[in-house]
């Protein structure tokens, strides 16, 4: 592998997680096994939407499905996604903070 094909794979991996949906899936299996009828009443959408993107993240190594008779059970099969999706939340949550206060007082300072 030369220096390039490790960034390819990097940005591979980045575009399957892509997807709001596919964050929400990634979040809720992040401490258990759901089977895709669970996801589906889960999130509130078609068998068919959420097959698509399981099988997206399933292509690109972020999930694990095991079938357990006519059922297929996803998991996380990266032990670190979950902390990383937590930091990323709380990231995020101080830049809305801070925004949040930033638009305070400029709205303050125009009235």
Known sequence: MNYFDIFELKSDFMKALAHPLRIRIIEILSDKKMSVSEICELLGKEQAII?????????????????????????????????????????????????????????????
């Open 51 to 111: 097959s698509k993107h399981l099988g997206v993240l399933k292509n690109n190594g972020i999930l694990k499905a095991e079938k357990v008779g006519l059922n297929v059970f996803y998991s996380v099969d990266i032990c670190c996604l979950p902390n990383f999706l937590e930091c990323l939340n709380r990231i995020l949550e101080e830049k809305i903070t801070k925004t949040s206060k930033n638009v305070k007082i400029i709205m303050k300072n125009l009235s």
